[in-house]
């Protein structure tokens, strides 16, 4: 089948940082036990990896990394990629934990900016996907944040004086501006500072550039926001109806029968084996040659 790889594919360099982060640590003179504070990464792949290797990764969408943190007594904490609260950081100092910071260096940018705005006197509009854990870590700074994740939240907001608006890093770049537009016909005095890391932004105008195909198979873990994005990026601009798999076990071959040509493209935390896996199957498949149909 005809087989268009998008570039980029696989780690973005935050999440390459991060692996290699523990990768590097010397497990053994660590205090025990281990814990992540959430997904180092939203891929389970990865994750599945790091639990062999003895670390414990604490996930529950339903708490936040404060609410996680009280589940560790003792021991190593490790935050994630996603970056981090100063409360989190705090209660995780005042409970004698070892800690290791795997921030992404954008996603400390991105703080730093809100922080910036907010010792300026302004209040800030965040665009961030709810209980996403780099808007809750922007959300804690202050109650002068106010996340919001689509454009009609805007109408809710009353807010007086000088004003930011900003955005969580693996936001759909076309949402953003249409939000950030929006927002400025409410408040005209506002400032928006665009904080789209390079990852996302290369890999949702990758998609929007891509030639014309019948499908495209976004390869990415389903809790993946950015891998979420390039779907709605390919349906809403580029026009080419998506999928989100996670590997090659998600591909439905009655779905892919029906397709002459497709395109595949990964978030920036799929590992590029699960995305080449992917690929490989593709290229080799017939829709009229059930052989090419076994997934090995």
Not at 251 to 266: A, C, G, P, T
Not at 268 to 292: G, H, L, Y
Request: charge should be negative.
């Amino acid at each position: 089948m005809k087989t268009i790889k998008i570039t980029p594919r696989g780690y973005c360099h935050g999440v390459v940082s991060a692996i290699n982060t523990i990768t590097k640590l010397n497990k053994l003179s660590m205090p025990k036990p281990i814990y992540i504070l959430g997904m180092l990464v939203h891929n389970k792949k990865v994750i599945e990896n790091l639990s062999d290797d003895g670390i414990i990764t604490l996930h529950d969408p339903s708490k936040t990394r404060l609410e996680l943190l009280e589940e560790i007594d003792e021991g190593t904490v490790i935050f994630t990629a996603h970056g981090i609260s100063p409360k989190v950081r705090e209660r995780a100092l005042e409970k004698g934990l070892h800690i290791i910071d795997t921030s992404c260096k954008d996603v400390l940018k991105s703080q730093n900016v809100v922080q910036e705005y907010l010792d300026k006197g302004y209040s800030v509009i965040y665009i961030g996907k709810q209980k996403h854990p780099e808007s809750e870590a922007a959300q804690s700074i202050s109650d002068k944040v106010y996340l919001i994740e689509h454009l009609e939240e805007i109408d809710q907001l009353n807010l007086k004086g000088d004003i930011a608006l900003t955005n969580q890093t693996t936001m759909s770049m076309y949402d953003v501006y249409q939000i950030a537009v929006y927002a400025k016909m409410k408040y005209p005095q506002i400032i928006f500072i665009d904080e789209i890391c390079n990852a996302t932004r290369i890999r949702q105008e990758a998609v929007i550039k891509q030639e014309p195909v019948d499908h495209l198979f976004v390869v990415g873990d389903k809790l993946s926001n950015n891998s979420r994005k390039l779907v709605q990026v390919s349906i809403e601009q580029a026009k080419i109806n998506a999928t989100l798999i996670e590997g090659l076990d998600d591909l439905d071959i009655k779905q892919l029968s029906r397709y002459r040509s497709v395109s595949v493209s990964s978030g920036a935390s799929t590992p590029t084996r699960v995305t080449k896996e992917v690929t490989d199957f593709i290229e080799q498949f017939d829709a009229d040659d059930e052989s090419t149909h076994i997934k090995r």
